[in-house]
Every structure is written in structure tokens, then in C-alpha cells.
């Protein structure tokens, strides 16, 4: 049966696992606790990094033996497979721990409820949902590529307060303060990827990593920079972008026409080549692509076309606007290319789901109900 002290610790196995966010990709954000039978903790672990021991197996350790009939609190169900480490049931099961409370079931279908009942069939207490909807945001990522096969795209978009992204020229550097723009670098250290089009990259050559150091985030190990994604369909980027001579992983899409068109030594990327249909790529297929890559998580910082397509095929699972008291306009241009609306029944719908100063500026989250 859960009680108070059940979610409390849960509310701490979560908190531990925020600490992944930054380093844990592809893998999912997990936490763990080990309470002893005096409900003493005796062991706060969270993963650290892929192809590192997972949080259960590093409570363990932390605990010895003093795990022997604990309660283990972890805020995904322990996986039950031989992966790059060994599955963590069956050194739950050696450590002879009487109960594991579990904050949600994993959504890979290698585990799915697998994990909690090889631990029951070895007489282990199990009890599943405890801070479920906590768990399940903070691997909002992992749980859609698992159940969808695409990966979480969140827009990400600074505009005035009218609704503007840049000047009737094109001008839009810089429309938020330091503040605001230093919280983008943290939204991209958080993102598996960074999908921009290519008239941003000609209009702006981006650079599209993480500029903040491991210690302005709050890190012990090196920042994982994010895959940069480029939507190019006439293969249009030049060979000196910015972004080829920089650390981390670059993933250029382009048609199959164009890409056989265009002779070019790109170098430090990989160039995918889709079907075109009237010119355009496939949106879906690509982020098939990108979750096959296991990109769990997407961030787009594009113009208005490419996050206009990307709302109108529902792609978009959450949108983050930077709003800044400004005004720039009725020429000035605009968020998104969606196309005109004529019936108010038929406008997209969004929840907010936070809102914030930061800075001079207001961040808006809002959730795109489709």
C-alpha cells in the first residue's frame, strides 16, 4: 500500500533524476532511493550516462548491505534485458530488497511491465504509479519515441510583444535579453537535436551548440552538445558553415534529386537523402529517421516555413516563446506559416503549461493539443 512516505521519497528518487537530463541521452532520466527497514535512506543514486551503471545498480552499491529487505524507490520500472549493462532485476533480486516502488512502467517494449513481474515472481513487492505524470515529463522524449517511433519537437521561438520573430528586413538579433538567451542554451543542452532550415542557416550561418561551460550548468562531466539537424531540400548549404567545424554530430536532409545534383565535399556531417514531394521533405520521415538515430528529443530553432509545416503535419508537441516588450510592426515578420484560418473552430488549440519572467523577458510553455 503507498503512503506519504512513499512519495516523498518517490518526490526525491525524481529530483535525483533531473540531475541526468543533461548527460543521460538516449537513455531515459531515472532516479533511485533506497530506504532501509529502520526507513532510514540508506542509498540516492541517479544514471549518470549511457553505458553507465544504471541508478538502481549504483543504489546498490551505495547501500551494501544494508539493501537487504529496503525498499527501493525508482522512477522507471528496472529494466529486465541484457543491454549495454546487465539487467538491474536481477541485482535487485541478489540484493534480496523486500519492496520496490516504481513510478511508472518503461514504455520499450524489451521491458514493458516485464521487469515488474520477473521481481514479483521472486516474491518482491511491487507498487507501480506513484508520481506517475511527474515521471512521464521528465522522459517525455523517450516515452514518444518508444510509443511512436518520432522523437518530442518542441519549437522554441523569441518574438515581441506583437508577435514578431525579426524586422520587416529580416533584422532579429537580438530581440531577447542575455537572460532569456542563456535559458535557450540550457534548453539546448537538454535536447537530444537542433533542427533548423536552411534559409536560417544562409540568412544566419548558426552555430547551434551549447555555448555555456559544464560549470555554468551545473555539471561535473563535459556537455553533450546536441545533434545539429538542417532541413535542406535543394542541398543549399554551403561547405564553410559554421557548424561543420565544430564538435558534435551535424545531419544534413536533403531530396534525392537535389543531393544527386549537387556535387559537393561536405565534410564533419552525415547527408540523408528523402523523396521530395512538390520540392519538400517529408517531415515525418525524417524524424523517423532521427528516432532511429535514438534521438529521443528535438528542438527547433527555424523560421516561420519550417515551423509552420512542422504545426500543420501536428509534429509539434510543445511550443516555448520568448516574449519581449517590444513592439516591431505589422511588417515585421511573423512566428509561423500556418495559412490563413477563416472559421474560429478551426484555429490550434495550445494548453499553457508554464509561465515565467526571465530576465526582462516572459517565457510561455504551452502544449499543443491535437
Avoid at 534485458?81 to 530488497?97: F, M, N, W, Y
Avoid at 514578431?164 to 537580438?174: F, I, P, Q, R
Avoid at 537535436?193 to 561551460?213: E, F, K, Q, S, Y
Amino acid at each position: 500500500m503507498v503512503d506519504q512516505r512513499d512519495v516523498e521519497c518517490m518526490a526525491h528518487a525524481l529530483r535525483l533524476a533531473r540531475r541526468g537530463r543533461f548527460t543521460a541521452r538516449p537513455n531515459p532520466c531515472v532516479g533511485c532511493v533506497i530506504v532501509d527497514a529502520n526507513d532510514d535512506i540508506v542509498a540516492a543514486e541517479y544514471h549518470h550516462k549511457a553505458g553507465d551503471a544504471h541508478a538502481e545498480i549504483l543504489a546498490l552499491q551505495q547501500a551494501g548491505d544494508r539493501a537487504r529487505g529496503a525498499t527501493l524507490y525508482v522512477s522507471l520500472e528496472p529494466c529486465c534485458h541484457e543491454g549495454k549493462t546487465g539487467p538491474c532485476t536481477q541485482a535487485l533480486i541478489a540484493a534480496e530488497v523486500k519492496r520496490v516502488v516504481v513510478a511508472m512502467q518503461d514504455p520499450n517494449p524489451q521491458v514493458a511491465g516485464k521487469g515488474i513481474q520477473q521481481l514479483e515472481q521472486h516474491g518482491i513487492q511491487v507498487d507501480c504509479g506513484v508520481l506517475t505524470p511527474q515521471a512521464q515529463e521528465l522522459n517525455a522524449g523517450f516515452i514518444k519515441r518508444m510509443q511512436s517511433g518520432i522523437p518530442y519537437v518542441t519549437v522554441k521561438s523569441a518574438i515581441s510583444i506583437d508577435g514578431k520573430t525579426a524586422l520587416h528586413n529580416g533584422t532579429s538579433k537580438w530581440i531577447t535579453d542575455t537572460a532569456a538567451r542563456n535559458d535557450v542554451q540550457r534548453l539546448r543542452a537538454q535536447s537530444d537535436a537542433v533542427m533548423t532550415g536552411i534559409g536560417t542557416v544562409l540568412a544566419d550561418d548558426p552555430a547551434l551548440n551549447v555555448r555555456l561551460t559544464s560549470s555554468q550548468l551545473g555539471l561535473d562531466e563535459e556537455v553533450m552538445q546536441p545533434a545539429r539537424i538542417v532541413i535542406d531540400p535543394q542541398l543549399q548549404i554551403p561547405a564553410q558553415a559554421k557548424m561543420f567545424s565544430l564538435p558534435g554530430q551535424t545531419i544534413v536532409f536533403t531530396g534525392q534529386e537535389s543531393a544527386n545534383r549537387a556535387q559537393k565535399n561536405l565534410t564533419n556531417c552525415e547527408v540523408i537523402m528523402l523523396e521530395q514531394h512538390q520540392g519538400q521533405l517529408d517531415l515525418h520521415q525524417v524524424l523517423q529517421q532521427l528516432a532511429q538515430r535514438e534521438i529521443n528529443s528535438v528542438l527547433v530553432e527555424a523560421g516561420s516555413n519550417l515551423v509552420g509545416n512542422l504545426i500543420a503535419q501536428h509534429l509539434v508537441d510543445e511550443m516555448i516563446v520568448y516574449v519581449a516588450p517590444k513592439l516591431f510592426g505589422s511588417a515585421a515578420k511573423g512566428m509561423a506559416e500556418i495559412g490563413a484560418i477563416d472559421i474560429m473552430d478551426e484555429h490550434i488549440s495550445l494548453e499553457y503549461k508554464d509561465v515565467r519572467r526571465v530576465g526582462n523577458d516572459l517565457r510561455i510553455t504551452a502544449l499543443i493539443t491535437h
